[in-house]
């Protein structure tokens, strides 16, 4: 862009100002604002400093413009062209901006995506911490230009696919521990949570611990309940054992023949009596012996109800 000539006296002496403004003009309109490579950036970074140029020259040559009369065609192109120039300016300083952002956003999203395409392969990894997008973005901080950006993001991400892998192998000998302990235990156990879990051998062998604790005193008190039915039923056999042998079989004894004879006309029945007595266990014999000695061995039944607190 050429520089702009006004020269005053009282008249105007020198004047390029249509040529100047012709150019001014047509290469605004050639101005590229689809910014996508580091020449690109760079050209619209020079046109922002040419319009700003510009854009001094125009303001200087209208102040000198006003200390020589009635200048008013002048004065109203260099408003023209000033405004022309400042609006281009500011708008494609906006576009560079954003245009950096942008390509610079879609640079850090390509670079996560390779980390996790990467992660795909990895049999662990859903248990590995993921990088923060703030730590793909600090790689651009300082970088200039596209070409510094990119490189910097490509080391990143080999450095970050390598701590992967790393950390993958590590998480896979985690597991294998993880495996051997909970072995035979798995259904008292999250795999999942174990594996993150930092302090996991500690719980899993305290929480075996008490599962098999917990097992053995269910185990006792059901062996327990178990002896003590036995023991009461030994108990119980053995009582009937020696009414057994303390009473004569009723087959051996030759019982009365009950008493069937009507009373005053009173018709008859049979009648079942139960006798509840407190006493030690001989009287108890020898009150069933007498009872079945006079109404018949089948009739009499002795049973010990319990001990007397």
Known sequence: MQDLIIKVKTDIVSNNLPAFSKEIKSQLAEINTELKTDNDFAEAEDFVKSLKKAEDELKEAKER?????????INATINELSELCREKRLDLNKQVKQRKEDIKSEMVTKSIFAVNEAAKDLKYAKFIEAVPRSEYENQLKSKRTIQSMQDALDRFVGIT?????DKNKQMSERA???KTLIKGNESLFNFDSLMTNENAPQFIT???????KQV????????KELAEQQAKKEQAESVNEQLSQQVAPASTMAPSKPDIEPVNDE???NYSITLSITCGHSK??????ALADDHGRENV???KLGEVA
């Open 65 to 73: 413009i006003f200390e020589t009369g009635d200048l008013s065609e």
């Open 161 to 165: 696919i390598t701590d992967l892998t």
């Open 176 to 178: 294998e521990l993880i």
């Open 206 to 212: 305290e929480r075996i611990e008490a599962h098999e």
């Open 216 to 223: 053995k005193e269910a185990a006792e008190a059901k062996a």
């Open 267 to 269: 018709p008859v029945f």
């Open 284 to 289: 108890a014999v020898s009150i069933a012996r």
């Open 301 to 303: 039944k002795l049973a």
